[in-house]
C-alpha cells in the first residue's frame, strides 16, 4: 500500500469537507475493495476518510411504505434485516449469493455500490487498462475476456459490474440518496451505474465530492414471486458469469408486472424495459419468457472468448423467471437449481 | 514543491481490546489488523495466507462478528473488542471447536485452521446455518 493520510469523519457534512480540497482522497467504509485494490497499487489515495462510524447503519420505513437503508448498514445485516426477508427476498437473496459471510460482515451498502471491477487487466498494473489509466487501451478486447462484458461495451472498455445486490436493487427499482457540497439529491440506482463509452475510469455518475449516504426501496416488493440465480465457475464465492434477478406480479398464470435485471454481462446491471413490457399481459410460459431474454440481450455482442455468455444469460433468465413463476426462489445455499 | 509529499503521516495512537486485554499501540495508517496482531502483538496464530480477503485465513471476531483482518486497517478498529484464536479457549479448555477440530482430526497443514475455527466460531454465533449445505456456504470463505 501507499503511503496515505487518515482522518475520521465527525459527521456527514465533515466528510464533505474533508473530500473537498483534495482529489486523492478517498472514502472508507467495509474498505473490502478498496484495501485490496491498494494492496495492487491499483488505488493510491492520498488520505482515507473515514466514514465507517456516522450516523447510517439504519433501515426505516417510508412514509409511502417503502425502505430507507443507511448507506453504512452491513451487507449481512441487510440481507438478514427482517424486513427485507419478509418484503423484499429478492435482494436479501442476491446479498447472500455474493462474497463470502466475512465480506459481507465488512462490507457496506455505499461500498457495494462503489466496487469496482474484477476485470484481471485492471488489476494487473504491468498490462494496459483504460479504466485505471484513460488512453492506455483494453488488455481486454483482445486478450482473456471470457468473464466479460456483452452488453453495452464499448471500444474503451469491456469490463463488468461484479455486484450481486446491485443486480437485485435494479431490479427492485432502487433509489440512491447522495449528499455532496451542493446538497442532496436522489438519482435512480439504474442511473447511477454507467456504460463505459469513452470514460471507463467513470465507473458510476457520483459526482466528485459526493457521498452515498441511503439506499431507498420503493414499496412494492415483489415478495411472492422473485428468484436471484447466479451461474459461476464454482459454487459459492466467485463472481458471476451471469447472474438474473427476476420477479414477477401474477394474476393467475397472467403477468401484470415483470421485472428482470442481469449481472455479470455490462458495466452496469442490465434492464430493458421493453423487454418488461412485452411480458405484461402475456402467461408465464417458457416461450414468452425466451422471448422477453431476446428482447434483454438485443444487441449483445461477444468477444472471442465470452460468446456463451449470450446462451447462457438466455437460458438462465427463461429459468430465472420460471423460478418466479413457480415460487421456488434458487437457494442461495442448497446449490441444485430448480 | 514537493514539501508535504514525502511526510509521513504521523503514527496514530490505536486502541484495540484483544482477547479481553487492552492495548495502545502507535500505529501508521496502512497497517491490517492483520499486521499489527502478528508484527505489533506478537499473536502470530492469525494467519496471513492470501493477504486478499480470499483465503480467510486472517479471519478474527471483532465485536463478535468474523472479518478478514488483512483487509482491516488496525485504526478503524480503535476501541473494538478484538477475538483471536488465542482468545477462544476460556479457563486453560479449550473452545468446543478447537476440541472437535482435533477429534476429528480437521487438519491438513493446519495453516488455515485458526481462521477456520474463528470464521466456524463466527458462524455459530450468526445461528444461520441449520444444515450441511448451509455450513458449507456460510464456511466458504474459508479455503
Redesign the interface.
Known sequence: ??????SRASDIADAIRLLAPDPGAKL?AG??NL??L??ENVERPSR?I?I?RLPLREIVETPDGGLRIGALVPN?DLA?HPLIEQRYPLLASAILAG?????R??ASVGGNLMQRTRCPYFYDTATPCNKRSLGSGCSAIDGLNRNHAILGTSNSCIATNPSDMSVALAALGALVHIAGPNGERTIALTDFHRLPDDKPHLDTNLGSGEIIIAVELPPHSFARNYSYLKIRDR???AFALVSVAAALELEGNAISGARVALGGVAHKPWRSLEAEAALRGQAATPDHFGHAADLLLQGASARSHNGFKIELARRAVVRTLMQATNATPQS????KIA | MGDVTHELPDRIPTRLVINGVSHTLDLLPWTTLLDALRDHLALTGTKKGCDHGQCGACTVLIDGRRVNSCLTLAVMKDSAEITTIEGLAKDGALHPLQQAFIDHDAFQCGYCTPGQICSAAGLLAEGRARDADQIRELMSGNL
Open positions: 500500500m501507499n503511503n496515505f493520510r487518515y472508507i474498505g473490502t484495501i485490496d491498494m494492496k482515507l473515514d465507517s449481512s438478514y462474497a463470502s459471510a466475512q465480506l460482515n465488512m459454487m459459492s464465492y442461495q445455499a442448497h446449490k
